[in-house]
């Protein structure tokens, strides 16, 4: 019997695409799941969680490609439908608690300096004056800040901040302002992206920017890149700290040349990589969490 795999995603497009036909491929039937139409049920009979397209049983396996935006209360649905799975035995790659521990920016600066990867000093404050005195004790070490939205991905919303003045408006930023520290680069603002899947590091581009942000998303460039013994190291090492499936890891070299984790990714999109290596990554992707399908116990049909 074939194994049934939701694909959870609310914009196929390319990706979708990609990962259907590889798990298609390998036998399985495939649905594309909106979280947007997933219901918690419990009562007798019931399947605890319900997805549009199998019956009222569970899937053999999640993979989860996009979890859409909303409200405070809609977030947190979404991600307790991915707790849900979990919960009841169903693999999900990547689970909400690995979403969690990276949608947050915060968190991710957290757990990466917990554990010990080299990656920029952070702070996430409250409060404007607090966000303008750690913009002025930067200038005054002679360095700049990088200011992100704490939930944002693709480069948006990035901003460089060597003033305070230059800081967003807290609406702007919903009164939460996440500051980095900028790390300059010798010659022209590039980095690496760095994808691994079950704890290995399978494929890596360099990306290079016209500005100072080098998201392929935001224009950048890419080119196949060698992945050196530091790379592997520095992102295999970032995804064991925050227990993640698979991730893209955005590496940054300093003008002296030593390597920190800039933002890991629970959701990578791979086009731009694709286009550059030789690895077909949704074939991959599908053979990791059907591997996950293969070492885990029966999911739950229901609850009692």
């Not at 947050?104 to 004056?129: N, Q, Y």
């Not at 995804?239 to 990714?265: F, K, Q, S, T």
Request: aromatic share 6%.
């Amino acid at each position: 019997m074939s194994l049934r795999i939701a694909i959870v995603t609310d914009d196929p497009g390319w990706h979708g695409a990609r990962l259907r036909a590889a798990f298609a491929a390998r036998g399985c039937a495939v649905r594309l799941v909106s979280l947007r139409e997933c219901r918690l049920e419990t009562g007798p009979g019931a399947p605890g969680v319900w997805l549009p397209g199998f019956g009222g049983r569970l899937p053999d396996g999640v993979f989860v490609r996009g979890v859409p935006g909303g409200s405070l209360e809609e977030v947190v649905f979404y991600l307790d439908i991915l707790h849900g799975l979990r919960e009841l035995g169903v693999p999900v790659v990547n689970d909400a608690r690995a979403i969690e521990r990276t949608v947050d920016k915060g968190m991710t600066s957290l757990l990466l300096h917990r554990a010990g990867i080299a990656t920029p000093p952070a702070a996430v404050v409250t409060g404007a004056g607090e966000a303008r005195r750690r913009v002025l004790e930067a200038r005054a070490r002679g360095g700049e800040l990088v200011c992100k939205p704490l939930f944002g991905s693709q480069g948006e919303g990035v901003v460089r901040v060597t003033e305070p003045d230059q800081l967003p408006p807290a609406a702007a930023c919903r009164g939460v302002w996440y500051l980095q520290r900028f790390v300059p680069v010798a010659g022209r603002c590039h980095d690496w992206r760095v994808f691994v899947i079950g704890g290995r590091a399978v494929a890596a581009m360099r990306r290079e920017g016209e500005g100072w942000v080098s998201n392929v998303a935001r224009g950048g460039r890419c080119e196949a890149a060698l992945l050196d013994d530091t790379l592997r190291s520095l992102a295999e090492g970032a995804v064991a700290a925050l227990e993640m499936d698979y991730a893209g890891v955005d590496i940054i070299r300093d003008a002296d040349g030593r390597a920190w984790v800039l933002e890991v990714n629970s959701v990578p999109a791979w086009k731009g990589l694709q286009s550059v290596c030789s690895l077909d990554i949704a074939a991959a992707l599908a053979d990791h969490c059907l591997r996950r399908c293969a070492g885990a116990p029966a999911a739950l049909e229901a609850l009692p």
